[in-house]
């Protein structure tokens, strides 16, 4: 298994304001993502965080809201930008080694945007 | 794309009452399963998982899940909750046309057992 931590926990951020998460795998790991958990639904992925070159970005996430850096193969960041209200969410980074394996996940960040 | 459905959004049982919650996906081909759990107040954790082989697989803390593939399910199960096994059960899938990277959720179960 790959334990994954997250800064900061939560975080209550005015609007326009821009937040930034950061994810730390205890092991390299050749895959890393980011997912959305707002009030009440399930994780939508958001983007996956590549090594050395740009995100991937799933449908209605664009780079220039979620900017995302991978800087090594164990720790990543994700950056909610221009935040409003409806930005406010459970954001949670995961892990995994190989594909095909399994996806491990940090404890994510809880986000109040007022 | 994928798409997984879990029937039912809220289940209330008692202690020593069995569970089964229902999972089912929307891909055609050879998939990844799995059942991820969140306790309150602590993250998503991973119950048990099926690749290939026996269909019916054992997790952790008693709990089992069975694939069918010809109804495309994968319910999760357990004989005798306790109300520690109250918390969020989310089902997830897989699929070779994301190279098996990209988990698709389902909406999620919460369990409530009370005492």
């Known amino acids: 298994s790959a334990v994954i931590s997250q800064k900061p926990s939560r975080d209550i951020c005015q609007r326009g304001t821009s937040l930034t998460i950061q994810c730390q795998v205890d092991s390299q790991v050749t895959m890393m993502f980011w997912y959305r958990q707002q009030p009440g639904q399930s994780l939508t992925l958001i983007a996956t965080a590549n090594q050395g070159s740009e995100a991937t970005y799933e449908s209605g996430f664009v780079i220039d809201k979620f900017p995302i850096s991978r800087p090594n193969l164990t720790f990543s960041t994700l950056t909610v930008s221009n935040m409003s209200p409806e930005d406010s969410s459970i954001y949670l980074c995961?892990?995994?080694?190989?594909?095909?394996?399994?996806?491990?996940f940090g404890p994510g960040t809880r986000l109040l945007v007022l | 794309a994928q798409s997984v459905s879990q029937h039912n959004h809220h289940v209330i049982l008692s202690e020593a009452a069995s569970l089964e919650l229902g999972c089912n996906y929307s891909y055609g081909g050879t998939v990844n399963l799995f059942w991820y759990v969140q306790y309150p107040g602590q993250h998503l954790q991973l119950l048990l998982k099926y690749f290939s082989g026996d269909p019916l697989v054992k997790g952790i803390k008693g709990f089992e899940a069975e694939f069918i593939k010809s109804k495309f399910s994968f319910n999760l199960r357990k004989p005798s909750v306790q109300w520690s096994d109250t918390a969020e059960y989310f089902c997830a899938v897989t699929a070779p046309n994301t190279g098996f990277q990209k988990l698709v959720f389902g909406t999620g179960t919460r369990l409530l057992v009370s005492p």
């Open positions: 995961s892990a995994m080694r190989q594909a095909k394996e399994t996806q491990y």
